[in-house]
């Protein structure tokens, strides 16, 4: 008989743990060659303003009206979302490890993230995480964003869970930091066979087609 888990609740980081970065350097570089701007100057007013679209205190629009439509451009703002959009891909085998890992510890799942809200709800509609996620602890939701310690100490008081029961995966290291600091078990996530033999070493795992045997006796 396998013995049971400590862990209760995983907190989940989305951009580069179950999908893609949402709009990182490596995205803004490729806009800036799909649609010939200029890379400093957008990387720039980047810069100072997606923290404040991230935190929820501007839309989309206006974020792309600071960054990109401070001029007029030969393309639309439709246009450029739809790029934008485009660059989120899920991270191969990541969710469907979240959700058997889900179904057989009976764990709970909450994201905590630093997310814009448009881009967030495309991307929790989109890759369906509304069917594995619990809660999200989004920046948009909340206008608290990593690494500020508030987030994480949200996201334990929503998960009404003992910390010692959760487990954090996460790709930054820093963002890993400050969660131990508050006493969060963590996984630095640079891959998933790496990821798999931590959470092994925590008690979780779930093999692949074990579903389908036991639906099959």
């Known amino acids: ?16 743990v179950l999908l893609s970065n949402g709009w990182d350097h490596h995205a803004r570089k490729r806009a800036a060659i799909r649609f010939k701007l200029e890379r400093a ?8 303003n997606f923290e404040t679209y991230e935190m ?13 439509f401070h001029r007029k451009r030969p ?13 989120s891909q899920a991270i191969p085998g990541m969710i469907d490890l979240m959700a ?10 909450a994201v905590v993230s630093n997310e814009g809200r448009e881009l967030n709800d ?7 995480l509304g069917g594995l996620v619990d809660f999200f602890i989004s920046s948009c939701f909340v206008q608290l964003r990593k690494p500020d310690a508030a ?13 010692r029961q959760i487990l954090y995966l996460e790709n930054t290291a820093l963002f890993v930091e400050v969660a131990e600091g508050l ?16 959470l092994g070493s925590f008690g979780l795992s779930a093999p692949i087609g074990m579903a389908t045997r036991k639906r099959s006796r």
């Open 41 to 48: 100057e957008m990387e720039e007013r980047h810069q100072l």
């Open 100 to 109: 058997r890992l889900k179904a057989r510890h009976a764990l709970k799942i």
């Open 75 to 87: 393309f639309t703002p439709t246009t450029f979302k739809k790029f934008m959009f485009a660059q």
């Open 151 to 163: 987030i994480f100490q949200m996201a334990l008081d929503i998960a009404h869970v003992p910390t």
């Open 1 to 16: 008989m396998r013995k049971k888990s400590e862990v209760t609740c995983l907190f989940l980081d989305i951009g580069g």
């Open 122 to 128: 495309f991307r929790i509609e989109a890759f369906k």
């Open 183 to 198: 006493g969060i078990r963590s996984i630095l996530h640079t891959d998933r066979a790496s990821t798999e033999s931590a």
């Open 56 to 68: 929820g205190k501007i839309t989309l629009i206006e974020y792309l009206e600071r960054v990109i």
